[in-house]
């Protein structure tokens, strides 16, 4: 089918749908709402036969739900309406939640159900949910939708809140009065709801010494309460790298990022690491120390962890999960010190977990923007990722194994590549480009891993066309080793025992030898260095030259400024030659 994409951007849910109906050899082409008209023009030129709406902030215009079918995703069970869905179920602490894919009409999320699926929730963060259990639901609920319309005759069903057997209900939109944490009654589990509810938009309201926030990243910590006994809910106790920790009724809280509100006529402000966001707060709380290998530790909050597995201890198992998988300078410099510490352990195998929800997104957007000077903590930034990614490339008493859990983009992506072994979850998204980010040209060794991959042809595709690749089709490319199958945790206990029967089995020397001889082999070659030069002489010009496209695309990006237009890569149908070509086949048919 030919299927027109309405969407407010481009996030995870759509490029996973685009993904998965592309593969099954739907026309796909994508429109940002930005306004009726642009909307209308797509409409005009796709010439669809069904609308797509996997994230929409507005409603469809009547112009063009009343001539084609279109459906909205929306992230709530069969009857449930309204623009909150997902953050009342975490809130109420729903057991149980679901995606429908419903016709859209004059009043939202009222139109007949096209398909529904429901799944168990989980105790995490919104935007946690909706990359896992929602987008799975979504995907399944979309293609079964897509199925019904293609083979015609299905008739949507209508459903009224209240109607017997429908459990969902309309509700409003959830407000900071709603969602604001009472620090005398509320439990641990019950401010975490909050937080979680609240999860990458719009956070949490709070308030200390008069400096308003919005509170994210919340974590559970059973392990301090005992130590501040008479602490006051709702006060800081503590502090670890750049989270802080809050006394609760029962227990505490970490807190991992913050966004401040903005003085009157300041400039506006975004997301960053708690302590950065009111280091007024910060100041003379207690520091927890993180020594270089942070052994794991239960009911506590670590960005990075290190535990051994196999009967002997033979595999290292390096989890590091950062907030949306930016990887600030400092970050990058603490999981190299930890890589190197874990290759200096007896084992003989390291497996990289990155985190459940992300792999890696590469450098730290948000924390360059603030900087002083954007261009010095950009080539900060880049200098400490590469440094990780050539310790990992340069391990040689080990073999490394990359466990991508969740997905990656830009300079995450080759990050994983560092690895000897590549294994990709099944669902996953990567974004194995930069060029979206102003054009930037990317560094972490990608022009020596990526060709190596997949050959120098493909590699120019993947980095030019900037399209997201699913991890089935990353295995088909060669891009990962394999995909397989399970929800993070099931997945990352299937690559922790593979590594472990390799490190256990007699092919593990031989592997390591190879492994030896072909990064020697490559050195003589072109030595990393080399590609690194290269690399970097190019990302300079982006830091620091004439063109500030770079620059401009990172400040659109942190302070999430709304799309003027749809990028022609994702914009199939506003490009010249694919129009030509649609006139030709109009012509021929004729
Ligand atoms: N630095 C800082 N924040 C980042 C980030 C980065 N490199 N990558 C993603 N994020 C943040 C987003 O701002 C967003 O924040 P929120 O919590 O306020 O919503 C969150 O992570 C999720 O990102 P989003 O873009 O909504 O996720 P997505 O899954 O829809 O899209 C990407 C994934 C990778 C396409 C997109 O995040 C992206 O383009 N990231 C930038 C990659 C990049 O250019 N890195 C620098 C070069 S190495």
């Known amino acids: 089918m030919r299927i027109l994409f309405l969407t407010h951007s481009y996030n995870s849910l759509a490029q996973r749908l685009h993904i998965e109906l592309a593969a099954r050899g739907h026309e796909v082409s994508i429109e940002f709402d930005i306004n009726d008209v642009v909307a209308e023009e797509a409409v005009a030129l796709f010439e669809p036969q069904l609308v797509v709406a996997p994230f929409l902030k507005r409603a469809i215009p009547a112009s063009i739900w009343q001539r084609l079918p ?11 309406r309204g623009p909150s869905a997902l953050d009342w179920a975490i809130q109420e602490r729903q057991t149980q939640w679901g995606v429908t894919v419903l016709q859209a009409e004059a009043a939202m999320d009222a139109g007949p159900v096209w398909a529904s699926r429901t799944f168990p929730m989980r105790a995490a963060r919104k935007s946690s949910l909706y990359r896992n259990e929602v987008t799975e639901a979504a995907v399944a609920a979309v ?10 005759g299905f008739v949507p069903r209508r459903v009224e809140p209240g109607q017997s057997g429908v459990h969902g209900r309309e509700r409003a939109l959830m407000r900071q009065g709603d969602r604001a944490i009472d620090w005398a009654r509320d439990d641990t589990a019950t401010v975490l709801a909050k937080l979680h509810a609240a999860d990458g938009f719009p956070g949490v309201a709070a308030e200390f010494g008069g400096i308003g926030c919005w509170l994210y990243d919340g974590h559970a910590d059973a392990t301090l309460r005992a130590r501040f006994a008479d602490a006051m809910p709702g006060t800081p106790i503590a502090r670890r790298l750049d989270a802080l920790a809050l006394a609760t009724r029962d227990g505490a809280v970490w807190i991992g990022h913050a966004r401040r509100r903005a003085a ?13 966001t009111l280091p007024e707060l910060a100041a003379g709380l207690p ?13 506590t909050w670590q960005d990075i962890a290190y535990e051994e597995a196999g009967p002997a201890g033979e ?3 390096l989890h590091f999960d950062f907030y949306n998988g930016a990887m600030s300078s400092v970050q990058c410099r603490r999981l190299r010190e930890a890589f190197l510490a874990a290759a200096a352990r007896p084992t003989r195998s390291i497996v990289l977990a990155g985190g ?17 000077s954007p261009a010095d903590a950009s080539w900060d930034n880049i200098v400490a990722m590469d440094e990780l990614c050539r310790a990992i490339l340069e391990c040689t008493s080990h073999l490394t194994l990359a466990a991508m859990q969740g997905n990656a983009g830009a300079g995450g992506v080759f990050l994983a590549l560092a690895a000897d072994r590549v294994l990709a979850r099944e669902g996953i998204v990567l974004n194995p480009h930069y060029k979206g980010m102003g054009n930037l040209y990317g560094s972490e060794y990608w022009t020596y891993l990526l060709p190596a991959r997949v050959g120098a042809e493909a590699a120019h595709a993947i980095t030019q066309q900037r399209l997201p690749i699913g991890a089935a089709q990353a295995a088909a ?13 099931v997945f990352l206990e299937g690559v922790v025992a593979q590594a472990v029967a390799q490190a256990q089995g007699p092919q593990h020397g031989a592997a390591l030898a190879a492994k030896r001889e072909r990064r020697a082999r490559d050195e003589a070659i072109k030595p990393l260095a080399a590609y690194r030069d290269e690399e970097l002489a190019r990302m300079r010009l982006n830091f620091y030259g004439f063109d500030p496209s ?7 990006f942190v302070h999430r400024v709304p799309h003027a237009w749809t990028p022609l890569h994702l914009a199939v149908h506003r490009r010249t030659m694919w129009r030509a070509q649609e006139r030709l086949k109009t012509r021929d048919a004729a």
């Open 143 to 152: 293609l079964e939708a897509v199925g019904h319309a293609e083979r015609g």
């Open 356 to 372: 459940a929800d992300f792999w890696s997104n590469g450098i730290h957007l948000n924390a360059i923007e603030v900087a002083d």
């Open 264 to 276: 009157d006529g300041a400039a506006p402000t975004f997301k960053l690491p708690f302590a950065q």
């Open 287 to 299: 520091e927890l120390p993180v020594p270089a290998l942070p052994w794991r530790e239960a009911g």
């Open 315 to 317: 595999v290292g198992v």
């Open 70 to 80: 279109c459906f909205v995703v929306h992230p709530g069970i069969v009857g449930d």
């Open 477 to 489: 490319e060669g891009l990962v080793d394999a995909a397989l199958p399970g929800s993070p945790a």
């Open 550 to 556: 770079y620059h401009v695309a990172r400040y659109h």
